[in-house]
Every structure is written in structure tokens, then in C-alpha cells.
């Protein structure tokens, strides 16, 4: 078997709501924050703590830590809508390994870029990252379907990803919104995209644009 064939070999499909796993681990992280003191900063993504201080997992378990109800809140309902009906459509496994990846990926590039830029104090945390690519996954999985933003506004699945692109761009590069990791963003979306052209080999701007 060559290596394209490895990297690509489809897992045998089983489903059994990996997403609500993933949602109950961040609440029993959040929680556990919450009651211990300091806890925090063992698990969030510091890059002098990750380097200097040998805690090497934060890269991992960034994902799981959130700073406040709101912020935990709004990664959550993200993970729940589009993340358990990608889940439906990949499989348990699959699924599990695009988080995951996502997320741990998105931790290391961005400790690479708060290293180079000298960001050294910053502490890394939420699963934003990892549901930015759930959502761009979405989009390749379900280029037709259509989102209501607010309940109100309906926004196909791809434009609505162009959009938070765009968006998330504008503030990383004008400095706005200060203390959201909007590079980490960014990384999510890119690292789906290289994730849908690699496993699957589907270019999501063919999958979007192609004619009809």
C-alpha cells in the first residue's frame, strides 16, 4: 500500500455521538477550572509554559479549557449544530480525527506564530479553532444548505465561511476585537481545507464553485 493509499483509507463507518462526548469533556474541563484555582494555566496554551516549562500537552488540551460561560457557551452550540451533523455524515472516527487534529494542529502553528512574533504572554484557549474547521467542513460536506443567522438572515454554508474568513482577517489584520485569537480561527479554516484535500482528495473551491 502506498503512502496516498494510507493516508487515505476510508475507517469503517460507525456513529455513536462523538460530538456530545466532546461536549460533555469541555464542560467537565470548564467546571473543573472553575473549582480549582490556577488549574487553568496547566492546560491553556501558553508558549513559554509549552517550551521552557516542558508542558508539551497544552497544545492538546488548549482546546478544552475556555474562559468564561459565554466563551464556552458559543463553542458549544457551534460543536452542536454543525459539528453532529458532520458527524453523521463521516462517521464517529473520522469525525473524531478531524477535530482533533484540527484542534492540535491549530495549537501548534499557533504557538510557532506567537513564538516568531514574540507573543510570549499570551495564554491560548477555547475550541474555536477546531469548530471553525468543523464549520468549513460543513460547508464542503453540505455546499447547498442554507443558515439562518439569528433566526432571521439566511446565508448559504459557504458564503457564511467566506464571511467569517473575511471577517477574521479584518480584525487580525486592523487589530480590532483584541484577546480572540483570530490567527487561531484562520488556522482551523486552513487546516480543514488542506484536511478535505488531502484525506479525501475534494477541493473545496471546486465543491463551491464548480457549474451546475
Known sequence: MNLQNLIRKPFRYEFWNAAFILIGINLLVFIVNYTIPNSAAYLALNP????????????????????GISHLVSNMIG???FGITVERRLGSKEFLLLYLLSGTL???????LYILTGMTSVYLMGASGAVFAILLSYAILYPNSVIYIWAILPVPAPLLVIGY????TLYLITG???GVAHSTHLIGL???WAYFLVRFGINPAKVWFRRR
Open 190 to 192: 486552513a487546516v480543514a
Open 165 to 168: 474568513a473575511a471577517i477574521e
Open 79 to 81: 460543536l452542536f449544530f
Open 48 to 67: 513559554i509554559l509549552a517550551t521552557r516549562g516542558g508542558m508539551f500537552w497544552q497544545i492538546f488540551t488548549y482546546q478544552f479549557v475556555h474562559g
Open 176 to 178: 480590532a476585537n483584541q
Open 106 to 112: 491549530c495549537g501548534i502553528l499557533s504557538l510557532m
